[in-house]
Each structure stands twice: as structure tokens, then as C-alpha cells.
């Protein structure tokens, strides 16, 4: 069976692992450019694309962007145009050519590009944006440092956040670790992280609640590792790459004994698949944003389930609203309810998981859409 889930930051399918159809907008004005899908698209629209520094190959949210994107431009019959970033210092420049080239629509990737996607946007008002993982809210709220953390009101009035509250589905994602390291008599599953943002932040907050409801509910001590919901603190590697800092982070967590740990980050997972590797044990591992066994079948064989986060149906609907003229700036906020986060299949795992498990997470699923099981981060999108 398969189960689906402000800036800083499923519906249940059976075993195919696919969560379908994010929320669309509106009715299209007088159009021009026909497209195969029967739609029409405004003349001269142009949507592109930003990535952040993980580059289009990520196998994570990067890529999941490109596919929404690309898909949309095919069913439209029009011309998209993909900037890929190689280093921070891209994103500037990235945006001021999709300006230049007449792009109508540009989306950021990431809210490492919410400074400059603001700066672009106030700079044309006359064009539309979209961003990821951010609200784009830089001259909002501080915090007790002095730090810049947003007040959730979007600095420029024609972008678009589009947020996840992911914490819905970490939160059975925490549940289903917790179960598998129980029925191995390890009782330990850990976590850790890119950069300590909210979007990877809600991750964490979600699998370590998840985890303390599945030792509420039957009696278990399995103990967490490399997060502290209450105190927001735990292990970071300090960016997305994945390289030897990202290997130690994850050898670091492997090294309490946890059987599942879940790396948040894009790239990142692939240096906790070498820890794994290294370490000899069957230690597991959650992915996140996209089915990491389907984006990435080099580590299918330790990846349990991931964690999704539907981006590239976010992307495409926020390309085929734009399309039509319709174009909304209201944040999209992914949930379970709307199917934009969810669990993948557990493909290759399903036969071993623990008798009944399924069940109790399609279960607590239904509790949380219906609002009878509370599921909150201090890191989740509002609208």
C-alpha cells in the first residue's frame, strides 16, 4: 500500500506511490496560442525557470521543478526557457536574462533566490513570479539575534510563493521509521540537515513528532537522534552539497546506532547512502521532495520511503494558470488534503514492513485532513 502528506519553511493511493493534481486557477480571457491539451495560452507567453546552486541533476527539487515546467511548455506548445545556476553568484544574472529574452513568468527555485527574485520583481512590475520554499518576505519580522526571518507578507506584490506544509507527512514518514527500527529490536532513527532553514526545518519537526506518536501509541522507547523539536536545534551540514562535511554529518548520526536515518537536503542524501554503504549494517534511509527510488534507483535499495513534496505539479499549475492570463499571487500551500505532500510507495519494502503498518498511517492520515490529529510545526508556511 502507499501512503501519502511563511517562508522559512495525502488522499491515499495503493501501491502505486503517485499523488496526483495539485489546485489550478481560473477561468483563461481571449487567447490565442492553441495547445494540445485543449487549452489556449495567451500571445507572447513565455514561462522560465531559475535553479538554485543544485543544478538540474538533483534528483530532488531542482529537478522536480524542471519536470512541471517542461511539462506544462509541451502540453502549451510554447517555448520555456531554463537558467541553471552553478554558483550563487548565477542568480542575479540568471534572472536579468530571463527578463531580457521576454520571459513572462520566472520561477525561483529555492529562497536562496528570494532576494534577488524580489529586487527583479519590483524592478518589473509588469511580469509575473513565482518562488519555491520561500515567501519572499525578506524586510519582514527578526529574530532574538537579529536575524532576518520574514513576517509571511511577500515584498513585492506580483510574486507567488509556493510553500509545503510538509510537516503533515514527515509526520508519518517519522511514524513508519519509528515502526521498522522497533521491529528490528534497534529502537533508534535519527536526522539531519542541509542548512537549518524552515523548509528543511519542517522535515525534522514532522519525522521526530511522528516518531514520539508511535511510541505513544504502542508502548516503544525508540529514541530520536540529530533534532531537538522544542529547542530547534540539531546536526547541519551547512549547504546541499554532498560532499565529505555532508558524509560525516551522516556518519555522525549513524554512529548512536539508529537502523533509519533521514537526510534533508537535496543532494545530501547521497552522501548518507555512502555512510550507510560504508557502515556495513541495513541501516535505511527516507527521501524527500521527490520518490528517491524512482528518481534515483542507485540507492532504491535503502531508501524506505520518501517523503514528497509535489513540486513539479505545483509548477505546472502555477504555469497553466499563468498561461491564461489568470495568474494569482496568493501563496500555494501544499498539504494531504490538496495531495501537494505525501508518502512514496515503499517499493521494494512493502513486504517487510511491520504487520498492520499501512493501515495505522492511512489511518493517522485521515486524522490529520479531517483535523482530529493536530499535526504543527513552528516552521510551517501561512498563507
Known amino acids: 500500500m502507499t501512503i501519502s502528506s511563511t ?9 502505486a506511490g503517485l499523488i496526483v493534481a495539485l489546485a489550478g486557477c481560473g477561468a483563461a480571457p481571449e487567447a490565442t ?3 494540445n491539451g485543449g487549452k489556449t495560452a495567451v500571445e507572447g507567453f513565455k514561462p522560465c525557470i531559475v535553479s538554485d546552486d543544485g543544478g538540474w541533476n538533483d534528483k530532488s527539487f531542482n529537478e522536480s521543478a524542471k519536470n512541471g515546467i517542461d511539462k506544462a511548455a509541451s502540453e502549451l506548445g510554447v517555448d520555456s526557457l531554463e537558467l541553471e545556476s552553478s554558483s550563487e553568484s548565477d542568480y542575479a544574472p540568471n534572472l536579468a536574462s530571463a527578463v531580457s529574452q521576454n520571459c513572462t513568468l520566472i520561477i525561483s527555485v529555492g529562497f536562496k533566490l528570494s532576494a534577488d527574485t524580489v529586487k527583479t520583481a519590483l524592478a518589473h512590475p509588469d511580469l509575473s513570479f513565482a518562488i519555491i520554499d520561500d515567501a519572499a518576505d525578506n524586510t519582514g519580522a527578526k529574530d532574538a539575534d537579529g536575524n532576518d526571518i520574514g513576517d509571511g507578507k511577500t515584498d513585492a506584490p506580483n510574486i507567488k510563493p509556493i510553500l509545503f506544509n510538509t510537516v503533515e507527512a514527515a509526520y508519518l514518514g517519522g511514524y513508519a521509521a519509528a515502526a521498522w527500527s522497533h521491529q528490528d529490536g534497534v529502537d533508534k532513527v535519527g536526522t539531519f540537515g542541509g542548512l537549518q532553514i524552515p523548509s528543511v526545518a519542517i522535515f525534522m519537526d514532522g519525522f521526530i513528532d511522528g516518531v514520539k506518536k508511535f511510541n505513544d501509541d504502542n508502548s516503544a522507547n525508540v529514541a530520536t537522534y540529530g533534532w531537538d523539536v522544542d529547542a530547534q536545534k540539531g546536526s547541519f551540514t551547512g549547504g546541499f552539497t554532498a560532499n565529505d562535511t555532508a558524509k560525516q554529518t551522516a556518519q555522525g548520526i549513524l554512529d548512536q546506532g539508529v537502523d533509519v536515518i533521514l537526510p534533508v537536503g537535496g543532494p545530501i542524501y547521497k552522501s548518507a547512502a555512502a555512510a ?8 535505511v534511509m527516507l527521501g524527500v521532495d521527490s520518490d528517491l527510488a524512482v528518481a534515483d534507483p542507485s540507492v532504491a535499495d535503502v531508501t ?11 509548477v505546472y499549475d502555477t504555469v497553466m494558470s499563468a498561461a491564461t492570463g489568470d495568474f494569482d499571487v496568493t501563496p500555494y500551500i501544499g498539504t494531504l488534503e490538496n495531495e501537494g505532500v505525501g508518502l512514496s510507495s515503499f517499493h521494494d519494502f512493502e513486504s517487510k514492513l ?21 499535526v504543527t510545526s513552528a516552521n510551517s508556511p501561512t498563507k
Do not use: C, N, Y
Request: glycine share 8%; charged share 30%; no cysteine.
Open 7 to 15: 517562508r522559512k519553511l495525502a488522499g491515499i493511493t495503493v501501491a
Open 276 to 283: 550507510i554503504k560504508d557502515s556495513g549494517k541495513d541501516t
Open 304 to 314: 524506505l520511503v520518501s517523503i514528497m513534496k509535489r513540486i513539479d505539479q505545483a
Open 354 to 374: 511491520p504487520e498492520g503498518l499501512t493501515d495505522k498511517i492511512a489511518d493517522l492520515q485521515k486524522q490529520i485532513i479531517s483535523g482530529d490529529l493536530k
Open 33 to 35: 496560442t492553441p495547445t
